[in-house]
């Protein structure tokens, strides 16, 4: 399985509602990451965690909340967004090892869209 | 600070066209550059890195990089572009602590 998964792919909310989005990879990688995206820009990285620890948090909001259960999964539970947090959200992961150990698999995204 | 500038911005061509998208890095370690593919919808796939040895890398679809060190640069070629190339096109380069540093991306259309 060479593929990152990610649930849901469409999301709507309320500014008031508690959701989660959910990535998974069975690749073995050992590093995954969220991202958020705005229509025709570049990824912004959110966090990463490595070895199922977070490593980096980039001043992000705490109405984003990531979790790493274990090492295939990757949660961000969301919770009193604002509209300007709509957007596609994407996970990805990456070896942590060999030759490409640095190379990032993303998934399909959750698109979101905050009311 | 690692940074990745892609010079275009938007792109138009007409199918059969050759194309170069530039892109140059500032980044002091070891390099590991990629070419990512964003269809109209779609989500972000990988068209071609360069991790060592050959610098010039050849990836899906017909496209290809060369890696030139002494320029920092890691231009995107493909020599007869298709409608289908349509998409937005991001330049990457690894920075610390596994972390992607991307370009502002070019959007290519291609004119049928």
Redesign the interface.
Known sequence: DTEVTQTPKHLVMGMTNKKSLKCEQHMGHRAMYWYKQKAKKPPELMFVYSYEKLSINESVPSRFSPECPNSSLLNLHLHALQPEDSALYLCASSPLGGVSYNEQFFGPGTRLTVL | AQSVSQHNHHVILSEAASLELGCNYSYGGTV?L?W?VQYPG?????LL?Y?SGDPLVKGIKGFEAEFIKSKFSFNLRKPSVQWSDTA?Y?CAV?AE????I????T?LSVKP
């Open positions: 590991n990629f990512y779609q989500h972000l796939q990988l890195k991790f937005e991001f690894n602590g596994g972390k992607l991307f370009g502002q991306g959007e």
